[in-house]
Structure formats: structure tokens, C-alpha cells
């Protein structure tokens, strides 16, 4: 089966850098997705990992060792916005695809 | 990028009721996912949907409590049946075609069980 460990809370102040850390065990490896959640919202896809390295979208990147199973979010010049929660997910190795959460981090960020 | 909607947004119901949710999509897919997430936690995957067949159920997860219809590629409904105070959680239907690396969400469906 499939299981994911992150951090629960993370707090930072505007304008910080953070990273969110992600470990995970899996049967079958499809890619290391990070989604984001504010309260009251839908998750919203941020990135996605399936080879070892540093993914740059804007104020945030992602990585990926797979070799090591782990990940991690970095968001940068941290804004009152970002605070919300962040899940990490792999994809079923299964014929479904689905997507395995994390049980999410959730980052305020402080004035 | 697909855009997923979710009717009723919320809802309040009584104990030993039941309630059907939409979920509608712009694009066709070929699956798609309905989870459950219940305040403050993570997303647990109820089950797959697949057109022209049955559903696929998560352990734990039984047809009778959710039954669930797929009538075409763009269209889902999830009923929550005899429903007691634990069912309250937020209702979450999302698309998949199993390799993308990509899902999208539904806004949600926050359900109150008295």
C-alpha cells in the first residue's frame, strides 16, 4: 500500500522561505504531486515530480528524490495567501490512477 | 484545464436520510473520483466511477451507503444514503484519466447531518 508523512502545522512570516517535507512508501512510483488547499476551497494542483530533481514554478518549486522516497515544497517570499494547507499525493500504481493524499500540512503565515 | 462543478454546495439533513450530489464536468474523462474530507484532515477516496460500468469502492466503503451512477463521460452523482452524524464531511468529486499528472477538484459539497 501507499502511505505519506508530512509535517501537520508549519508557521513563517511574509516575505520567509519554507519547506514543506514529504516521505513517502509506495508499491509503484508514478510521481510526487503537491496540491493546495485554502479553507473552505477545493484542492488546487501546484506540481508535479516523476524524475529526481528541482521543479521552479514561480514562488514555488518542488523536488523529488527518489532514491531516498522523499520530497519537498518550497515556497518562497512567503505572502498572508499562502497560508493554507498543503498535501502531498502519489497515484495509485494501480489500473485507477487515483490519487493518494498525504494528511496535509498546514502553513500560517504570520504579518 | 477541466471545470468540475458540485451540486448542492451544502446541505443540512436529518439522521436515517438521503442525499444525491452532482458532479459535473466540462470535458469528457474517463474516471472519475469521489473523496471525502472531513474537517481539518486529509482527502479519503470513497471510489472510481467509470462510465458504462459499476463503480470502484475503497475498503471501507460499501455500494449500499454510496451508491454511485456514471450515466456518461461528464457526469457523476454520489448518494449519501441513511445518513447518521458521522457522514458530515465535505464531499469531493474529481476527474482522472489514470496518468495525467494533473486532477481537478469540485468546489465541494459540505454536508451537515443532524
Avoid at chain 2, 475498503?59 to 451508491?67: A, H, L, M, R
Avoid at chain 2, 461528464?74 to 448518494?79: D, H, K, Q, V
Amino acid at each position: 500500500g501507499q502511505s505519506l508523512e508530512q509535517p501537520s502545522e508549519v508557521t513563517a512570516v511574509e516575505g520567509a522561505i519554507v519547506q514543506i517535507n514529504c516521505t513517502y512508501q509506495t508499491s509503484g512510483f508514478y510521481g510526487l504531486s503537491w496540491y493546495q488547499q485554502h479553507d473552505g476551497g477545493a484542492p488546487t494542483f501546484l506540481s508535479y515530480n516523476a524524475l529526481d530533481g528541482l521543479e521552479e514554478t514561480g514562488r514555488f518549486s518542488s523536488f523529488l528524490s527518489r532514491s531516498d522516497s522523499y520530497g519537498y515544497l518550497l515556497l518562497q517570499e512567503l505572502q498572508m495567501k499562502d497560508s493554507a494547507s498543503y498535501f502531498c499525493a502519489v497515484r495509485d500504481g494501480g489500473s485507477q490512477g487515483n490519487l493518494i493524499f498525504g494528511k496535509g500540512t498546514k502553513l500560517s503565515v504570520k504579518p | 484545464s477541466a471545470v468540475i462543478s458540485q451540486k448542492p454546495s451544502r446541505d443540512i439533513c436529518q439522521r436515517g436520510t438521503s442525499l444525491t450530489i452532482q458532479c459535473q464536468v466540462d470535458s469528457q474523462v474517463t474516471m472519475m473520483f469521489w473523496y471525502r474530507q472531513q474537517p481539518g484532515q486529509s482527502l479519503t477516496l470513497i471510489a472510481t466511477a467509470n462510465q458504462g460500468s459499476e463503480a470502484t469502492y475503497e475498503s471501507g466503503f460499501v455500494i449500499d451507503k454510496f451508491p454511485i451512477s456514471r450515466p456518461n463521460l461528464t457526469f457523476s452523482t454520489l448518494t449519501v444514503s441513511n445518513m447518521s452524524p458521522e457522514d458530515s464531511s465535505i464531499y469531493l468529486c474529481s476527474d482522472g484519466t489514470g496518468v495525467r499528472e494533473t486532477q481537478y477538484f469540485g468546489p465541494g459539497t459540505r454536508l451537515l447531518v443532524l
